[in-house]
């Protein structure tokens, strides 16, 4: 057996600040000393990118995994969360050029320029800056506070349904909206199917990984919270936690509006993290991409969510980059041409969903403990790995055609758990 | 002297489409009692708590918790032509509450077929069904502002736990369990919505007699020390007559017969429908 390691509560607290401090201290120095011209700049691509996507899939897990809500508005969400932030955000003067179609557009003012000038005012140079920064909050709230409360209206219909008509209805919605913010006759607003630009935006990658990372430990605490197990007992059976007095409706729309707010934050870091916004990326396509995530790190684990983000993205947007431009690991084939990393994406995520149904994570979170045992295994694991590696590739290679030949079954079993997993179809008894 | 009133069901029909499943009953649990409801496979025992607890609004017949009237009901719609029951003019109202308002009065239940939370532990099983009371919002509770209130759930889960020999293994999966302490754990949790009524629906199913022996003291103990009233569905006839006052049969949704367990043993009709099934 393995030893297990404890430590206490405050050691816990100390340790988990003192290792954030370090990384955030690590991703500022880094940032400032990486040329921009270097291939390391990527790295902080990713974490920018990674910290939006965790945010996003927390809160779908939220819904999916913690209160078993099928659930695909996601992006749709993250379309209002978005826009909202852009359309506050774009200074006066930039509005003629952008809304070139619609005679500068119906808005006139941009909420962080107001900040900016005001602050200015008083403090001068650094006024104006800090102004702009101060001032980027009160979008990004609205723009989370916009959402939310337009889920709280679909909400009122939506959330009666049962699972699957819920995951239709959501991912419909989600669909007209988009054709909604092109509407030609809102175009004053929306600028119709036309960029958004010019926004105020952040001009470090600490940004979007703080407000990420703030958000997430607010959901985590929701999760640990006594609204949180109501959640969780409304996920594994509806009936025994109306019987046991949890007002369903009230949760399940508690669940997703806060969900729906967070995924309108992760919106609008992801319009400041592009500098532009058009409908064109908040498709389905997003959605299912956010699914995988809380799939592939775990359905109702949020380490399992963050770590899918930052895996997803490294592999989508860095790692698997060479594959496309034909220069892979130091490999090179004639086949590896723009479009082949998706290919080789899709493959990976196949097996992964396939043989780890259950995701990274599981429902299992990070704990310190977990993570020291981990550590402290981790060479006796590694040398038993080696020693009976032979062996094993050697079984593997042995059991393989009768895997192969169990794969289109196996196949079939692991959508169907899929399936009850985001459960439904019980009856009153 | 008569006793406080509890639970009144009043002249209840369930019917599913063409399926009278609760035909016309009538019955009444006063309060620190402790009611039998018994009756061969599919009399309609369950259904009948399904009514009570708001899962099914009844077709017709009216409940009422503590003398006040929460459940009412009469045939309606398509019901109108396909209504097989007795009663059809008496009751001209429609109220149905949802089963987490009948919790709320202080009804709680247990469940025939067992339906724990299986991704939860055992301590937060309990946990669950303190959230009723609780009285912090969302955002106190997510930010710890009601810490007090959370370290008494805690406390008094611990004592529910305690209680029904469950503190070891109050970090467990509820599923991993054995089977008899599943059983339980389902009634502490019910116990953790702080009822005024218990209805036990199958409490001994699958026990030997000496575990149904203990819960049978466990009931009666329940009863005492939670200054309540219990209506329980069982078998296991020993259970049954050893503990409770007054004991309801039904078959095929009515009620055949109703008095203390000697009227009760001995009364032909509840031997002809116990004789032309099975037992
Ligand atoms: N939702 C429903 N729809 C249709 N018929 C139902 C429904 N629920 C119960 N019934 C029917 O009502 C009848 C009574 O069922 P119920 O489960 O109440 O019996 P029971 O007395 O609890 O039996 P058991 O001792 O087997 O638990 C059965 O014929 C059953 O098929
Ligand atoms: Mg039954």
């Known amino acids: 057996m393995n030893k297990e390691i404890s430590i206490s509560k405050k050691q816990k607290t100390i340790l988990s600040l003192f290792t954030c401090l370090v990384f955030l201290a690590l991703v500022y120095v880094g940032d400032m000393l990486t040329p921009p011209t270097s291939s390391w700049g990527m790295l902080f691509t990713v974490l920018e990118k990674g910290s939006i996507y965790a945010l996003v899939a927390v809160s779908m897990n939220l819904l999916n995994g913690f209160t078993g809500l099928f659930s695909l508005g996601q992006a749709g969400f993250m379309l209002i969360g978005g826009y909202t932030y852009a359309i506050f955000s774009i200074p006066a003067a930039s509005r003629d050029s952008v809304y070139q179609y619609f005679d500068g557009g119906l808005i006139k003012f941009s909420i962080p320029e107001i900040f900016s000038n005001a602050l200015g005012g008083v403090l001068g140079e650094l006024g104006y800056s800090l102004g702009e920064f101060i001032g980027m909050f009160v979008p990004m709230i609205m723009a989370g506070l916009i959402t939310a409360g337009l889920a709280f209206l679909i909400g009122i219909p939506v959330l009666r349904l049962k699972s699957d008509y819920l995951a239709i209805a959501t991912l419909g919605f989600a669909e007209i909206l988009r054709a909604f913010f092109q509407w030609k006759a809102l175009g004053p607003i929306t600028n119709g199917s036309n960029i958004l630009r010019s926004f105020s935006t952040y001009s470090s990658p600490l940004f979007p990984i703080i407000i990420s990372g703030l958000c997430i430990g607010f959901i985590v605490l929701l999760i640990n919270s006594s609204y949180g197990r109501a959640f969780k007992a409304i996920r594994d059976d509806e009936i025994a936690a109306e019987a046991m007095g949890v007002n369903l409706f009230k949760h399940k729309q508690w669940s997703f509006v806060i969900s729906s707010f967070f995924a309108g934050i992760g919106g609008a870091l992801l319009a400041m993290f592009s500098s532009s916004i058009t409908t064109t990326p908040f498709t389905s396509n997003l959605t299912y991409e956010i699914l995988l995530i809380v799939v592939i790190g775990g359905i109702g684990s949020v380490t399992g969510s963050i770590l899918g983000s930052f895996l997803f993205v490294a592999c989508s947007e860095w790692w698997l980059r060479g594959l496309d431009s034909g220069a892979f690991l130091g490999l090179s084939f004639g086949f590896m041409r723009p479009g082949f990393r998706k290919v080789v994406f899709a493959v990976v995520i196949m097996i992964i969903v396939l043989f780890y149904s259950k995701g990274i994570m599981g429902t299992r979170e990070f704990s310190w403990e977990g993570f020291l045992t981990f550590l402290k295994n981790l060479p006796g694991r590694l040398i038993n790995f080696f020693k009976a590696f032979p062996k094993r590739l050697a079984d593997f290679f042995r059991t393989l055609p009768a895997k192969i030949a169990g794969l289109p079954a196996r196949m079939k079993n692991s959508l169907k758990k899929l399936k009850t997993n985001t459960k439904h179809g019980k009856e009153a008894r | 002297m008569t006793k406080r009133n509890i639970l009144r069901v009043s002249d209840v029909t369930m019917q599913f489409g ?31 708590f399904n009514v009570i607890t708001g899962v099914y609004a009844p077709t017709n017949g009216a409940v009422s918790i503590d003398g006040q009237v929460v459940i009412e009901n009469y045939p309606q719609g398509k019901m109108k032509a396909l209504y097989k029951g007795q009663n059809a003019g008496k009751y001209a109202d429609r109220r149905v509450l949802t ?4 919790t709320k009065m202080g009804v709680a239940r247990t469940f025939q077929n067992i339906r724990l939370f299986k991704g939860m532990s055992v301590m937060e099983n309990v946990l669950v069904a303190m959230h009723t009371n609780l009285e912090a919002g969302v955002f106190s509770a997510a930010f710890r502002r009601n810490r007090k209130e959370e370290e008494k759930m805690h406390d008094e889960a611990m004592q529910l736990l305690r209680m029904f020999d469950l503190e070891k293994n109050k970090d467990d999966m509820s599923t991993s369990l054995p089977y008899g302490k599943q059983r339980h754990l389902e009634i502490a949790r019910a116990l953790a919505t702080k009822p005024k009524l218990l209805l036990l629906d199958e409490p001994a199913a699958g026990m030997n007699p000496q575990e149904s022996d203990e819960l049978m003291h466990l009931v009666a103990k329940i009863r005492d020390d939670f200054d309540l009233s219990v209506l329980m569905i069982e078998h296991h006839m020993q259970v049954v007559m050893g503990i409770c006052e007054r004991i309801y049969v039904l078959d095929y949704g009515a009620l055949i017969a109703e008095g203390n367990p000697q009227e009760i043993q001995n009364n032909p009709r509840v031997i002809e429908a116990y004789l032309g099934v099975d037992e």
């Open chain 2, 18 to 48: 063409g399926v009278v499943a609760v035909n016309n009953l009538n019955l009444e649990v006063n309060k620190g009692e402790i009611i039998g409801l018994i009756g061969p496979n599919g009399a309609g025992k369950t259904t009948a």
């Open chain 2, 99 to 102: 089963p987490d308002k009948i």
